[in-house]
């Protein structure tokens, strides 16, 4: 808290020759920072067993987080204001780029996802939607005094849903999960009243059933049947669950040593290097590294709501706030998942999980934080 | 910075906010703890049952199957072996379309429905994931090849190649090797758990003959091996191996020679051929014609051929030798004339008139002899040489049943022979009880009568035959039928008559008269001969067609003739086989089946060079010493 407090007074840091001097100076924030790096470090160690030793899987993975990495030093460097005004136009072209998935999406895995640029490579629009609602949802509050009301709740429930519907039709549940989570968290924080708050809950406990015969996909239908009752198929639709269970399981107290997990080096455990990274780590970390992992993300979402309270004006603080606590539900949910407490949902592990583009937009999202962060003006109060 | 648009209380703004932030935190704080929870109780609290599961995945205990037995003749010639065989699998989880690679390799192989059925059936059972399904076994050369040029276009497809049970001689010993299939559940049912430990890792069971019957000794003993695999079911590493111990292999009493000649001088007749010696009971020729192709059995017969052979109305798979019941007619003269002698009813010097019938005082029934004009003057001798029927319906009807029954039992009449092959017919000897018990009527002199040369309701199989022409053989010293060279069981049967009895050299030697005798029934076979051969013929009256064949007249005329048949032993004074012969609507005995008998016996008791050279029992132990001593 001491050193936190002289950061917060770059006149006298400002020609401190330290580290930490230089990297206030890029606008990064050194205990976020370095979070992240212990972080991402033990999830490349993790990488490395999870893909049976495979040097190039953790290379490729590395160039993917030197690529986040690169784009968080971007984006730190951007002042919080130029990211509220152009909220609204990132927003609206992100929206039309996935109505033009839609149509002209590349289809892969049963699912159309991505957007071909032909010469430059593919990418998915969703990720985008990822820091473009909640950062809308937090400008329409900006322009707006809190706390929420109803019309204002009306609103920013159109903007969340139709991102999140144009995903979900993809069909992508884990990132239309996100994205709804993104916008949905920022009304919260904007004080949405509590009594909506429950309200909402009560419906959707009225809606899931409905949602479950008329919303889902057979294979999302059949992944909640799973959730409920895996070992009704345990070698088809169950055995995800049942050997990711297994491996955690068998991890113990100490865990089974790093390179020695049975589970997942022989195979059992089905997409060990991606969504189901963590039962590798519980299986060859054990308890230990799994609750050295959560205090890891807890020290990251700690880190991003202590700069949410530090905010000064009503976007950063939403946005900020937001982006710490999607972190989490990403959290949640993997974890949730992988151990059995929630259905299976495509939700990687952050930062952890191998691939993809979500990488890049978490660590896009930091940027964005440590912009918040480190482009404070001094208050006298 | 901010627009001004609106009046906003900002102070109040920053306290909904603080406090918004305040229960996200706590919100965070509570579900990280529930995850912390979560896993404590998978790793801490349930720690033991996710290790056994965990090593039960990886841990497999595997059984190995013992290499079955193989089986031998007496000269060493390889009967059934193990062969590799090359059969056609599906690693399902490898395969991107399953009813596309169906149809892909369906161009390259013939599939049949069944083998369809049968995949799809293994599939939908429980199973290991990347366990290989087969779906077609028996590939040939040329549909291996065919494949292995697609293979790379069809991933989890592949051939593995697997011991399978081999006949090399075909038909020629499909009735009495048997063959072995595809063990089924009803098998593993009938056996107890430590049995169905032991099949563990068997694929086939033997189902007929001596595959049957000496299935334990053949099988061997399961071997395990504990080996780590990955989910692929990939061996990575064996923590531990229990080898299996392999079957052990049979030699068998069957000498290819004799059995050869008497599928070849059987033809393609119906018909039987048991050759026996009579010094140990080892059963050197076991044919029954016509016979089938083990072979076709072993992966799972085609609907095809399983109709074929069903079909046929020579019945191919019908044991003729072994289950065939048929009237003895003539063969057992010289027993029921033992008997007679047993009985004091008649001796070797009383001579009777045969008009060419018998008739019972004061009764009009006409008995006839199968000469219409009768065979003049006769006595025991010549009763059996040119198998006078008149004598025997005398002797017979003096003797009556109940001593006829007591005496023929003595030789392996009416009752399982004990041949080490499962599935053996019972035969008949009728007797008063029999009759009233079976067929709950009184017994009659005519039933003697008939009984007395081997008619009415007497049935013996071939193999019968053979048994009982062997006691002759030794001299009433019983023998239980071996197939296999072990040690022999004892017989429960009691001797007939004492071996010192002379009535065994007369009856003997009128048998011997059947075939060099001037006027004996089989005086066919005996031209040329280099040994003296002892015989007697028979034909067993067909009475009946079975109710499902079809009416056609020139079939049903041939199939109205007589069975002829032959028994016999040589060397006459020093028996080293017995043969019996049945040809199915051969007509007379010693003009069709006699040559067979002839022609057996030549192949064991002539060398290479065509001289007499009598092979040595198999069993030199089992040789009755008092039948040794007699010679």
């Known amino acids: 808290m001491n050193t936190e407090f002289l950061r917060q007074m770059p006149s006298s840091r400002s020609f401190a020759t330290n580290g930490s001097g230089l990297l206030w100076r890029l606008h990064l924030d050194s205990p976020l920072l370095a979070a992240l790096l212990v972080l991402c470090g033990g999830g490349l160690l993790v990488l490395y067993s999870a893909g049976d030793s495979n040097a190039d899987l953790v290379v490729r993975q590395a160039i993917r987080l030197g690529g986040g990495f690169m784009a968080l030093l971007i984006l730190a460097q951007v002042p919080p204001r130029t990211y509220r005004f152009w909220a609204p136009v990132v927003y609206a072209g992100g929206l039309a780029l996935l109505v033009l998935v839609l149509f002209i999406g590349t289809e892969a895995k049963g699912a159309q996802r991505w957007l071909t640029v032909p010469g430059v490579g593919s990418f998915q629009p969703a990720e985008i939607m990822k820091l473009a609602v909640p950062a809308m949802v937090a400008w329409y509050f900006s322009e707006r005094s809190l706390p929420a009301r109803f019309r204002d709740v009306v609103l920013v429930l159109v903007i969340t849903l139709v991102p999140v519907l144009l995903i979900a039709r993809q069909p992508d549940l884990g990132t239309s999960l996100l994205v709804a989570a993104a916008g949905l968290l920022v009304l919260f924080v904007a004080g949405l009243s509590w009594r909506l708050i429950l309200a909402a809950l009560g419906l959707l406990a009225v809606a899931a059933p409905l949602m479950y015969f008329f919303v889902l996909h057979p294979y999302q239908r059949r992944r909640v049947d799973t959730f409920f009752n895996p070992e009704a198929d345990p070698l088809g639709a169950g055995w995800n669950i049942i050997q990711s269970k297994t491996a955690i399981g068998s991890g113990g107290i100490s865990g089974k040593g790093w390179l020695n997990g049975t589970q997942s080096r022989l195979d059992f455990l089905p997409e060990s290097s991606t969504d189901f990274i963590l039962a590798v780590l519980a299986e060859e970390g054990g308890l230990i590294g799994v609750l050295m992992l959560l205090g890891l993300y807890l020290a990251v979402i700690g880190r991003g709501l202590f700069i949410s309270w530090h905010a000064q004006e009503t976007f950063s603080r939403l946005l900020a706030s937001s982006l710490a606590l999607t972190f989490f539900i990403y959290v949640f949910v993997n974890i949730g998942m992988v151990s059995g407490l929630l259905p299976v949902v495509g939700v990687p592990l952050p930062l952890i999980s191998y691939g993809g583009t979500s990488i890049v937009t978490l660590l896009a999202g930091f940027g964005i934080l440590m912009s918040i962060h480190t482009h404070r003006k001094l208050m006298s109060h | ?631």
């Open chain 2, 1 to 631: 910075m901010r627009s001004p648009m609106t009046f906003r209380d900002h102070h109040n703004e920053g306290r909904i906010f603080s406090t918004r932030l305040l229960w996200s935190a706590a919100i965070v704080l509570v579900l990280m703890g529930v995850l912390a929870g979560r896993m404590f109780w998978l790793q801490a609290i349930q720690h033991d049952r996710y290790i056994t599961l965990s090593d039960k995945n990886r841990v497999q205990t595997q059984a190995i199957a013992p290499p079955r037995g193989l089986i031998f003749d007496r000269r060493g010639e390889l009967l059934a072996d193990n062969q590799p065989d090359f059969s056609l699998a599906l690693i399902v989880e490898q395969v991107p379309n399953i009813h596309d690679t169906l149809a892909l390799v369906a161009e390259k192989i013939a599939l049949e429905e069944a083998d369809i059925e049968r995949f799809w059936r293994r599939v939908r059972s429980p199973r290991r994931p990347w366990e290989p399904v087969p779906l077609r076994a028996r590939l040939t050369e040329e549909e291996i090849a065919r494949v292995a040029v697609v293979q790379h276009e069809m991933p989890g497809v592949r051939i593995d190649a697997n011991p399978i049970r081999h006949y090399p001689h075909d038909e020629l010993f499909s009735h009495v090797l048997g063959y072995v299939n595809r063990i089924n559940a009803e098998d593993l049912e009938r056996m107890t758990l430590d049995e169905q430990a032991n099949y563990s890792g068997t694929h086939f069971y033997g189902r007929l003959g001596v595959e049957r019957h000496y299935e334990r000794l053949l099988h061997g003993r399961v071997g395990f091996r504990k080996v780590e695999t990955n989910a692929r079911g990939r061996i990575l590493q064996v923590l531990e191996q229990i080898p299996p111990l392999p079957g052990e292999d049979v030699h068998l009493h069957l000498d290819i020679r004799v059995q050869q000649a008497a599928w070849d001088a059987l033809g393609e007749r119906r018909g039987a051929v048991i050759a026996m010696d009579p010094r140990d009971g080892g059963i050197l020729a076991f044919v029954s014609r016509p016979g089938f192709d083990p072979n076709l059995f072993v992966t799972g017969i085609s609907h095809r051929d399983f109709s074929t052979y069903r079909d046929d109305l020579d019945r191919p798979l019908f044991n003729r030798a072994l289950q065939g019941q048929y009237p003895p007619g003539s063969t057992l003269k010289p027993i029921t004339g033992l008997a007679g002698l047993d009985a004091g009813v008649t001796d070797w010097q009383r001579t009777m008139w045969d008009p060419g019938y018998y008739r019972l005082e004061g009764q009009s029934r006409v008995f006839r002899d199968w000469r219409r004009q009768g065979h003049g003057w006769v006595d025991m001798h010549k009763s059996i040489v040119e198998s006078c029927d008149t004598y025997f319906y005398d002797m017979g009807f003096k003797m009556g049943i109940d001593r006829m029954h007591d005496f023929k039992v003595r030789f392996a009449l009416g009752d399982r022979t004990g041949i080490d092959l499962p599935g053996e017919a019972r035969g008949i000897m009728p007797s008063r009880a029999w009759k009233r018990a079976v067929r709950g009527e009184p017994w009659f002199h005519g039933d003697t009568i008939n009984a007395s040369i081997g008619q009415g309701y007497m049935l013996t199989s071939p193999l019968q035959l053979a048994v009982s022409t062997a006691i002759f053989a030794r001299r009433g010293e019983p023998v239980v039928p071996r197939v296999a060279q072990l040690t022999p069981p004892a017989s429960p049967i009691e001797p007939a008559l004492s071996p010192e009895s002379r009535h065994w050299d007369r009856m003997t030697a009128a048998m011997v008269d059947v075939v060099h005798g001037a006027r004996g029934t089989a005086r066919a076979m005996g031209q040329g001969a280099k040994y003296r051969i002892a015989a007697k013929t028979g034909t067993a009256q067909v009475f009946s067609l079975g109710k499902d064949e079809e009416y056609n007249a020139e079939e049903i005329a041939e199939r109205l003739r007589d069975h002829a048949l032959i028994v016999g032993f040589a060397p006459a004074d020093n028996p080293a086989i017995v043969v019996a012969v049945l040809v199915e609507n051969g007509g007379s005995g010693g003009s069709s089946a006699g040559p067979v008998a002839r022609q057996v016996m030549d192949a064991w008791l002539l060398n290479e060079a065509g001289e007499l050279e009598i092979p040595p029992a198999a069993i030199p132990g089992a040789i009755p010493a008092l039948m040794a001593e007699h010679r």
